[in-house]
């Protein structure tokens, strides 16, 4: 079948959701993705991510023109995120508090959040809403 002909259903529209629908569309391949909530639903708890050696490979999926408002997407965009973090990363001990391991990163980092790098994901992107995923049957 030729890409052309196909036609990727694409079920829920968080980061990797809108992420492979524009993969799609720079390959050229039809999608159609199906959210069952309001696409500004606020009801889960906001969550941030820190993106390093994987920003090369994010920014080259999103294209330059979003890649280039990928500042807007971090906690804090008035931070210089172009510069070495002022502080290492570090993972703690979740029961006692103690000091697991130093991050160190040496090249460009941003810190996500997940609320604003889906906006901005979303841009561009038909989203059908509301939409509920019983089952899905091949021909």
Known sequence: MA?????????GAGLTGLLIARGLRAAGVAYTVFEREEVDYQGRKEWAMTVHWGLPYLESLVGPELAAQLVQATVDPSLDWNASPAYPGAIFDGVS????????FEQKTYRLSRRKLRALLMRGID???RSFT???YAR
Do not use: A, C, P, T
């Not at 508090?97 to 160190?104: A, I, P, Q, S």
């Open 3 to 11: 890409h052309s002909e196909q036609h990727i259903l694409i079920i």
């Open 97 to 104: 508090g103690e000091l697991v391991k130093r991050l160190d």
């Open 127 to 129: 989203v059908k809403v």
């Open 134 to 136: 019983i089952g899905l």
